[in-house]
């Protein structure tokens, strides 16, 4: 039972445009939700997150939004560039749990 | 500063053979986590550490599975018996608190 679902497995944006990767999740509990970034053969990194208590957080070309009502939350990178070619992962945390959940990742292409 | 170490970059081990994989943390991180990443899977969780102790072992899949942090630093994640199931890339984590975690590299487990 997949708790967190990214139901694109990939995504193709040109240079320039905006990139937007959704993250659906089940469980009412989480209330805390990050993306990571990975490149191959390294490890994920920590891009951005967002608490519950808000709908929108912004950090440069990166914003989260987040719809509790809907259980959604979306990433939109603007101006997509190269260097974001990645796989981006949806992250959720339960308050007061160390396990995040994950979700199987999308792999962001952005074209020149 | 130093990342999140983890060794071997690579193993290759037959079927039935145990296993070493060990995780150098971010000094100073008291929380550790071990996840690992199935093909075209997303990260699954594996067990967490907070100091030596394992509050949380719940995500080992097996008893085959095992793991031990000494010192509040190093940590190891045995597998016994391996089976071909086990190949996967095995990823540690840490952080001082659960919702920004510094991934390591991985290992690339191959069990022929």
């Known amino acids: 039972d997949q708790q967190v679902k990214q139901n694109s497995p990939s995504l193709s944006v040109q240079e320039g445009r905006i990139s937007i990767l959704n993250c659906d999740y089940t469980?009412?509990?989480?209330?805390?939700f990050l993306w990571y970034k990975k490149y191959p053969a390294e490890g994920p990194t920590f891009l951005i997150s967002?608490?519950?208590?808000?709908d929108k957080n912004e950090d440069g070309r990166f914003t989260v939004f987040l719809n509790k009502s809907a259980k959604h939350l979306s990433l939109h990178i603007v101006p997509s560039q190269p260097g974001d070619s990645a796989v981006y992962f949806c992250?959720?945390?339960?308050?007061?749990?160390?396990?995040?959940?994950f979700g199987k990742g999308t792999k962001l292409s952005v074209i020149p | 500063g130093a990342g999140v170490s983890q060794s071997p970059s690579n193993k290759v081990t037959e079927k039935g053979k145990d296993v070493e994989l060990r995780c150098d943390p971010i000094s100073g991180h008291t929380a550790l986590y071990w996840y690992r990443q199935s093909l075209g899977q997303g990260l699954e969780f594996l067990i967490y550490?907070?100091?030596?102790?394992?509050?949380?072992k719940s995500g080992l899949p097996s008893d085959r599975f095992s793991a031990e942090r000494t010192g509040g630093s190093v940590s190891t994640l045995t597998i016994q018996r391996t089976q071909q199931e086990d190949s996967a890339v095995y990823l540690c984590?840490?952080?001082?608190?659960?919702?920004?975690?510094?991934f390591g590299p991985g290992t690339r487990l191959t069990v022929t």
């Open positions: 469980n009412s509990m989480f209330d805390y």
């Open positions: 984590a840490s952080s001082f608190d659960p919702y920004e975690q510094y």
């Open positions: 967002i608490s519950s208590i808000k």
């Open positions: 550490f907070q100091g030596n102790s394992a509050p949380d």
């Open positions: 992250a959720a945390v339960v308050a007061g749990s160390y396990q995040l959940t």
